[in-house]
């Protein structure tokens, strides 16, 4: 069974960084692809990056581009999305997701396991 686990989610100052993690497990993820989204209250859960497993390829929106990097360890199993010069309406709670194949799939139906989410909140 998949379980996807994040972490590495707080409080930080507009202006700084963080570092998610994604913990994989339940099977190999060669060939998965490994997303990354956020949701704000009252808002719809948006897309902000994809890493292919086996490739390493990443895609990642414009709207987010230039601060948001997404990488992966696979001796450890593990994808990670760096935050850096975080803006208080980066705040949400941020979830990695993963379906198997693709990278430029930004929709949140087209995943199908879901971790259980990491807050992140961004004060000015």
């Known amino acids: 069974q998949v379980q996807l686990v994040e972490s590495g989610g707080g409080l930080v100052q507009a202006g700084g960084s963080l570092r998610l993690s994604c913990a994989a497990s339940?099977?190999?993820?060669?060939?998965?692809?490994m997303g990354w989204f956020r949701q704000a209250p009252g808002k719809e859960r948006d897309f902000v990056g994809s890493?292919?497993?086996?490739?390493?390829?990443?895609y990642t929106p414009d709207s987010v581009k230039g601060r948001f990097t997404i990488s992966r360890d696979n001796a450890k199993n593990t994808v990670y999305l760096q935050l850096n010069s975080l803006k208080p309406e980066d705040t949400a709670v941020y979830y990695c997701?993963?379906?198997?194949?693709?990278?430029?799939?930004?929709?949140?139906?087209?995943?199908?396991?879901w971790g259980q989410g990491t807050q992140v909140t961004v004060s000015s």
């Open positions: 890493i292919n497993w086996t490739s390493g390829s990443t």
């Open positions: 997701a993963a379906r198997i194949g693709g990278l430029y799939i930004s929709r949140s139906d087209d995943y199908r396991y």
């Open positions: 339940g099977r190999t993820f060669a060939g998965y692809l």
